[in-house]
């Protein structure tokens, strides 16, 4: 089951890393090995186009966590308000969504 308004914010130009426990809906740990994970953040849900696009090496996955981290470059250019959508391809081959959020992008002053 998707999770939404998995909403957050930062600060444009900053490292960050975005930390997610996965699990099945009985809400016990879901074991990630094997599986490939893709993060994108896009001005609207409806755009075509990713303004970060994230996999590995830049997500990893360990037991049930995945780890996405941003290095000041991704965001340095962006502010406002962003849509973002997290993907996951099981061992399997099954494709689902885990989360789906706004993330708020506030120019640095410095």
């Given at each position: ?37 893709k993060w994108g953040v ?69």
């Open positions: 089951m998707t999770m939404t308004n998995q909403n957050f914010s930062m600060y444009a130009g900053d490292s960050k890393s975005i930390i997610i426990p996965v699990t099945k809906d009985d809400g016990s740990p879901l074991n990630l090995t094997g599986a490939a994970v896009r001005k609207r849900e409806s755009s075509t186009t990713n303004d970060i696009l994230k996999e590995s090496p830049a997500i990893t996955v360990s037991g049930s966590e995945i780890t996405i981290s941003l290095a000041p470059v991704d965001t340095e250019t962006l502010t406002g308000s962003y849509y973002h959508e997290c993907e996951l391809t099981d061992q399997q081959g099954n494709v689902s969504t885990l989360f789906v959020g706004l993330v708020t992008i506030t120019k640095s002053g410095v």
